[in-house]
């Protein structure tokens, strides 16, 4: 039996950033993975997807992922070679109270699983098995252009993949069972976009449900109930993404995850205790250390200081437990969590977590929309600001863009923001640190920004 302070299954954005930053705070942390360090963002998500749209073709953004992923996940690997660290490139399962990987057991007192996400396929039967039908990893190992693009849903992966291979050069189409894209962000803001790429020349079908795909024919009914076909080269599922959760065999120490397979998580992202079976420690605190060492010898695993309790206490972050599947929330997560474990406060907002879609142009939200505030009853202003009516967006030929501010009626708290234009996501990004700090609308009006910046947008929107 292997004893550590922490164990960490997962080694994605969640996973290595709390096994670094548990380190540093001189936890020794075993991490499993099984694939490559960094998880789908580093390999198969945000960063392919980013040099995609940063490039000017299909093969320059194949030769610039080619370099920046590995680059990264070097960066990864130097960050996991901390002496408290021992990564472990096994498969990772629960046993007894235990966690199973190459041969060996492993224990500690607190197990964070850190497991990511994966594509959720529509149920079609043969879909998987068809050569032409892809998810976003298919799509980016794609060595060649398709000259005809189908994608099936207008959300985040989708809107992008839209944008970036329709500027390729390929014949898009998007078909969607919503009524609008991209269903987290403000839904005029949303039309907006939608209708910007309609006008560039991509197609979309709205609140359309695909029915059956045949070889590279995808068969959809209209909200009129009429059946049509798109005839396409490659078809995209951009369907969404689920937790990773189903091979862990959670059964083992009596972890059942919800339906869609993520985690629950309390405020701490400790699990739930389910309704029997599982055996959660009233704390996940760490003891006081202990005297005696780990009587382990195992080459190059860290050796525990600390007595194991006889309960574990298990955690959930990132995609895994099914919140906020985001990248730079799960890094939160891990630093949250860490903290728990150490004893450590901190002031995190899950509550206030910016994202962006970079599509051309780019679109970004905090916050609730303007839809939401209404469903929920909140007292609220809007007030907007055009990307039109700046100097710099003007000079930039980057004319097309709108800013919506909400604000409590109130007491002129800042509530959200949304926003599509260039830089969108700095923008927003601004807002959500002064939301983190209880802003005011009339102290941002009170805030110099710079001149001729972009950032100005979101001053003029104050002053509206």
């Known amino acids: ?39 789908t963002c580093l390999n198969v998500g945000c960063i392919p997807t980013k040099t995609y749209v940063h490039s000017a073709t299909f093969d320059e953004a194949r030769e610039r992922m080619a370099s920046v992923v590995p680059q990264l996940r070097a960066g990864v690997e130097g960050i996991l070679s901390h002496p408290n660290i021992s990564l472990v490139r096994e498969k990772a399962q629960f046993g007894e109270g235990v966690v199973l ?19 959720k396929w529509l149920p079609i039967e043969g879909v998987r098995t068809n050569p032409h039908v892809v998810d976003s990893t298919g799509l980016l190992n794609l060595q060649e252009l398709p000259r005809r693009l189908c994608i099936i849903g207008a959300g985040v992966i989708g809107m992008e993949f839209a944008s970036v291979f329709h500027r390729f050069g390929s014949e898009v189409t998007v078909i969607e069972y919503l009524k ?29 449900a695909v029915k059956h795909i045949t070889d590279g024919i995808v068969t959809f009914e209209t909200k009129k109930g009429q059946q049509e076909t798109v005839e396409a080269d490659i078809i995209l599922m951009a369907t969404g993404r689920k937790p990773r959760t189903s091979d862990l065999s959670l059964s083992s120490i009596g972890i059942t995850p ?48 600390f007595h194991i309790p006889h309960s574990t206490s298990f955690f959930s ?21 860490v903290n728990h474990i150490l004893g450590k406060s901190d002031n995190i907002r899950f509550d206030i977590m910016p994202a962006a879609i970079f599509t051309s142009p ?23 600001s055009f990307w039109r009516s700046n100097g710099k967006a003007l000079a930039m030929n980057e004319s097309e863009g709108l800013l919506k501010l909400f604000v409590s009626s109130s007491d002129g708290m800042i509530l959200g923001c949304h926003a ?31 001149h001729p910046t972009l950032s100005e947008i979101l001053r003029n929107a104050a002053d509206s």
């Open 420 to 450: 599509y234009g260039s830089h969108a996501s700095d923008i927003v990004q601004e807002v959500s640190v002064l939301m983190c700090k209880s802003t005011t609308i009339h102290e941002l009006s009170d805030m110099v920004h710079i």
């Open 101 to 119: 990987a190459g041969g060996e057991q492993y224990t500690a007192p607190n197990i964070i699983i850190a497991t990511g996400s994966e594509t």
């Open 180 to 208: 609008e894209c991209l269903p987290a962000l403000d839904s005029d803001i949303a039309k907006r976009l939608r209708k910007l790429m309609e006008k560039d020349g991509i197609t979309f079908h709205m609140q359309c």
């Open 317 to 337: 972050i990132g995609d895994s437990n099914g919140l906020q599947l985001l990248a730079h929330a799960a890094e939160m997560q891990a630093i949250h969590v």
């Open 1 to 39: 039996m292997i004893t550590t302070d922490l164990i960490i299954i997962g080694a994605g954005p969640g996973g290595y950033r709390a096994a670094e930053y548990a380190a540093k705070n001189g936890l020794k942390v075993v991490i499993f993975e099984c694939s490559e360090v960094g998880g």
């Open 362 to 384: 780019e679109a970004a939200c905090v916050g609730p929309s303007e839809d939401q505030l209404k469903s929920q009853g909140i007292d609220y202003v809007c007030k907007k």
């Open 258 to 305: 919800s339906p869609t397979g993520s985690l629950p998580v309390d405020s701490t992202f400790r699990l739930l205790p389910p309704s029997s079976g599982m055996n959660i420690s009233p704390s996940s605190f760490l003891l006081p250390p202990s005297s005696h060492p780990s009587s382990s010898s195992s080459p190059n695993i860290p050796h525990s200081t």
